[in-house]
């Protein structure tokens, strides 16, 4: 009898499905697992805070840091010094230029009068110099001196060459360049007066002879040509 109870529950083990043992392994399983978890011993074990706490943080005011502000530092200015000026000739010792005073009722052209102006140079005793510096003042592009009139801006003349002959007293005097006469008649008697009488200062001076591009200037201005 006993056989044949174990034979019937082999039989019904055989006849279960796959199914049906996979249910029952499963039970099987899940009452081991309770079993386990009920017998073991319960331990108290801490959780880990789940609040981390937050390391504090000094936030320091920054602070200003003085700095110095550069100051303008004095700038040292020189001290002019006084410089003499250069010394002016006087007397017999300077060159003179002459420019004509109108309507004095002079002996000069028409009722004029010369008048001499200090260039402040110096006299070198070298006549054919100290005639050239004369000259060279005197033909300059100035109309007015002051209330002095100078006929001889108008033209342009250079100096070519000066020769003196002392023996002579003779002033060989050769000029480059145009005249140009005015509407008034009487400025070529005003031009004549102030070449002659410039060149004349000099006492070693006895005779004037002036060549305008080969020609007498004296003749051009007498003739008015």
């Known amino acids: 009898m006993w056989i044949l109870a174990g034979v019937l529950g082999l039989s019904l083990l055989a006849a279960c499905t796959p199914r049906e043992q996979l249910i029952e392994a499963i039970l099987t399983d899940s009452s081991t697992a309770v079993l386990t978890a009920t017998s073991a011993p319960a331990t108290d074990t801490p959780l880990p805070p789940t609040h981390t706490p937050v390391p504090a943080t000094s936030t320091s005011t920054p602070t200003k840091t003085a700095t110095r502000t550069p100051t303008s530092s004095p700038t040292l200015t020189e001290t002019p010094t006084e410089t003499s000026p250069p010394p002016t000739a006087s007397g017999e ?13 002079g002996p000069v052209a028409c009722g004029d009068s010369l008048i001499k102006v200090n260039t402040g140079a110096y006299r070198t005793g070298n006549i054919e110099s100290d ?3 004369a000259l060279s003042r005197l033909f300059n592009k100035q109309e007015y001196i002051g209330n002095l009139y100078n006929p001889v801006f108008r033209s342009n003349w250079k100096i070519q060459s000066i020769n003196f002959k002392a023996y002579e007293g003779l002033v060989d005097v050769s000029l480059d360049g145009a005249y140009v006469r005015s509407d008034d008649r009487c400025d070529d008697s005003r031009v004549r007066a102030q070449i002659w009488t410039t ?3 000099f006492s070693d001076v006895k005779t004037v002879y002036i060549l305008l591009n080969g020609n ?5 201005l007498a003739t008015g040509k």
Do not use: H, K, P
């Not at 010792?93 to 009722?105: F, K, M, N, P, W």
């Not at 007498?216 to 051009?220: E, S, V």
């Open 199 to 201: 060149i004349r200062q």
């Open 131 to 133: 005639v050239a510096s």
């Open 216 to 220: 007498l200037l004296g003749d051009i």
């Open 93 to 105: 010792e300077a060159i003179y230029v002459y420019y004509i005073q109108l309507d004095t009722g």
